[in-house]
């Protein structure tokens, strides 16, 4: 079942707008990462956030993580067009099963 | 060193053919992961390898998938009597560590193999 439920489902901005998506789950977590995936191919690592943490930066990146309402957000600042991509959330509960993706939002940078 | 590889990248088959799909890992990551990803869809976990440990089948969507792990390294992925629903991008991830509490398991994916079954 899907754990990770991302929202919007499709946004588009201007370069150099910022970008925000949301995440929510639904049941405890270890830590919570954000991928990217260009072109329908193989995911790219973007970020971990681990669940005793609540906020994340990395470059133009940042991650926020709200365990009391199960949802985390990951902004893109100063978005370029290189960022056009399907952005997805994982899950990693504490069942020890595996990472669970949610159906990802596609974020269109138009330059 | 080199990433995650994955053969072939396309693969176009008939249906009622059987099929099979190569994963290799990043040398030294004990976990191999197979996903499932259809148009426009997220990832659907198919089935999970750590070290010399059973795998993690419960994923499978019927008794036609089956996925195997030669030596620790190299996977495998068959699809027998395949259907035009298993049509979709079947991604392979290792990573270096098992997943659980205070473990570290940033998944390595492969360029994935896009499978049209006709």
């Known amino acids: 079942s899907q754990q990770g439920e991302e929202d919007p489902q499709a946004l588009s901005i201007q370069e150099g707008e910022n970008a925000t998506m949301n995440c929510s789950y639904k049941t405890s977590i270890n830590n919570l990462q954000w991928y990217r995936q260009n072109s329908g191919r193989g995911l790219v690592h973007l970020i971990l956030?681990?669940?005793?943490?609540r906020e994340k930066h990395s470059g133009r990146l940042r991650v926020t993580l709200d365990t009391s309402k199960k949802s985390s957000s990951l902004l893109i600042t100063a978005s370029r067009a290189a960022d056009t991509a399907s952005y997805f959330c994982?899950?990693?509960?504490?069942?020890?099963?595996?990472?669970?993706f949610g159906k990802g939002t596609r974020l269109s940078v138009i330059a | 060193g080199a990433g995650v590889s994955q053969s072939p990248s396309n693969k176009v088959t008939e249906k009622g053919k059987d099929v099979e799909l190569r994963c290799d890992p990043i040398?030294?990551?004990?976990?191999l992961y197979w996903y499932r990803q259809s148009l426009g869809q997220g990832l659907e976990f198919l089935i999970y390898f750590q070290g010399n440990s059973a795998p993690d089948k419960s994923g499978l969507p019927s008794d036609r998938f089956s996925a195997e792990r030669t030596g620790g390294s190299v996977s495998t992925l068959t699809i027998q009597r395949t259907q035009q629903e298993d049509s979709a991008v079947y991604l392979c991830?290792?990573?270096?560590?098992?997943f659980g509490r205070g473990s570290y398991n940033e998944q390595f994916f492969g360029p994935g193999t896009r499978l049209t079954v006709l």
């Open positions: 956030i681990r669940s005793n943490e």
């Open positions: 040398s030294g990551h004990t976990a």
């Open positions: 991830a290792s990573s270096l560590a098992p």
């Open positions: 994982a899950t990693d509960d504490p069942g020890n099963t595996p990472l669970v």
